[in-house]
């Protein structure tokens, strides 16, 4: 088995988005790539480069509430009455009417 190296947090990145919102992310980077023999699999990165990963804490967070939220039998009861009530519908307007996109946006009038 190959040896692994040592994964650190390297910095503390903030990135913000076109809406104007600012994330916070930790940047985690190997500290050295070098003679790895999973380097091609594990990374794009160009020599001399090593592989960084990106973490939001604050979003992993939310996304494990979502997980457990859809887990929950109320909520699967929600979505089963979802397929029999509304996707149907949609499967009509596409098949019979020709519509592919819709927009969510409302009319200027």
């Known amino acids: 088995m ?61 996304k494990m509430l979502i997980r457990t939220l859809l887990s929950e039998a109320k909520t699967g009861e929600i979505y089963a009455r979802r397929k029999i009530d509304v996707e149907p519908v949609f499967g009509f307007l596409k098949a019979n009417l020709g519509f592919t996109r819709f927009s969510v946006r409302e009319k200027n009038v």
């Open 2 to 62: 190959p040896k692994r190296a040592a994964i650190n947090i390297s910095s503390v990145s903030h990135k913000t988005d076109r809406c104007g919102y600012t994330r916070e992310y930790k940047v985690y980077e190997c500290e050295s790539c070098d003679g790895c023999p999973l380097r091609a699999n594990c990374t794009k990165a160009k020599e001399g480069n090593n592989r960084k990963i990106l973490h939001n804490e604050n979003w992993e967070q939310q």
